[in-house]
């Protein structure tokens, strides 16, 4: 094997833990510090929202190869690209290693439909004054650097591996009125820690043109700091099943699975993921694709005591580009569908991928 094949993976590794850092207060303890007793309420909603986000792009799985019976050597597949979100059912090919790099930006707009910007966010307190109330306007940004290693064990199985870095930055105005006295209260945080590492295998059990199927099983090492948001400090599993059907220009691709594990901290779901790609040209393609997932069990309260959802979606359109032999970059944006949650009603994705 070239020496780049083992340098380049551990040069990005080690570029993304060198970028983490430990704030000097968590995020969790600014919430608890402003908020008081409304701190569980957003704690559990953040969470759920920044460590189990649907937006987080597929393994490197742009270019598949096939064994060349007559050369002896791994030859492309030609068409399809894919999709960025939903996985498809080919695999890599025997052999073939792929780096791959996201990074994801969100902006969060809302939470369980309330603006967070304008005040509309408001719960009752207690204080040594009184009967009070709070009103709480936040800017929360989360970016998501993500890198991926992939590897084609055999014809029809892969290994792969997925390491986070997660920046979150909190910005919180807090007014608190307890009879005619208000008091206006700011304060900001941030930190950048490593997240959950996911190591994953998918095998590829029925492969007759056009139809392709396969199985994932995701484990989820509990590496994050949750008191920053950037980790359950849970063991996770997700078994998935995906399917593809190849066009003559049009592709289709569906995922169902489930996250599962410890439900003390984390609520197992259902998740599903659907999608279609469209070969514009021979080194071009587009996607459009919904994401979903249900909590199983939902138990989350909304601020005001009702109860809050248990189905989050999103929709994604994208484009990828094959700019350079084995090279390729993707781009895409995400619409919320629906307001359950910790929600980013625009936000986007860039990425880039390089098969080996």
Excluded: C
């Amino acid at each position: 094997m070239e020496w780049y094949r083992i340098i380049a993976p551990v040069v990005a590794i080690g570029v993304l833990l060198s970028a983490t850092n430990v704030a000097a207060e968590s995020l969790q303890d600014t919430l608890r510090n402003s908020l008081g007793p409304g701190a569980g309420p957003v704690s559990d909603v953040a969470n759920s929202a920044i460590n189990t986000n649907l937006s987080t792009p597929a393994p490197a799985n742009s270019l598949t190869f096939e064994f060349d019976a007559e050369t002896g050597l791994p030859r492309r597949v030609p068409g399809s690209l894919g999709p960025i979100f939903t996985e498809r059912g080919a695999t890599m090919g025997r052999g073939k290693l792929a780096l791959d790099i996201a990074v994801l930006g969100f902006k969060f707009d809302e939470i369980d439909g309330s603006d967070l910007s304008n005040g509309e966010l408001a719960f009752p307190v207690v204080t040594p004054l009184g009967p009070g109330n709070v009103q709480l306007m936040a800017d929360i940004h989360s970016y998501i650097l993500l890198a991926g290693i992939s590897y084609g064990v055999l014809e029809n199985f892969d290994l792969s591996i997925g390491i986070p870095v997660i920046r979150n930055e909190v910005e919180l105005t807090v007014v608190t009125q307890v009879g005619p006295q208000k008091q206006v209260s700011k304060v900001t945080n941030d930190s950048s820690n490593l997240g959950d590492v996911v190591v994953r295998g998918k095998y590829r059990f029925y492969n007759r043109a056009p139809y392709a199927l396969a199985s994932t099983l995701e484990i989820n090492f509990p590496t994050g700091d949750s008191d920053n948001f950037a980790g359950t400090d849970l063991w996770r599993i997700r078994p998935f099943l995906m399917a593809s059907a190849k066009g003559r220009k049009v592709n289709a691709h569906a995922n169902i699975g489930f996250d599962l594990g410890d439900t003390s901290e984390a609520k197992n779901d259902f998740r599903y993921r659907a999608g279609l790609d469209w070969v514009i040209k021979e080194r071009l393609g587009l996607s459009a694709e919904v994401l979903g997932r249900y909590i199983i069990d939902n138990e989350r309260r909304k601020l005001d005591g009702s109860e809050a959802g248990d189905h989050l979606a999103d929709a994604a359109v994208g484009i990828k580009f094959h700019f350079w032999k084995d090279a390729v970059l993707s781009a895409s944006a995400l619409f919320a569908l629906n307001d359950t949650g910790l929600r980013d009603e625009i936000s986007g994705t860039l990425g880039f991928e390089l098969n080996f």
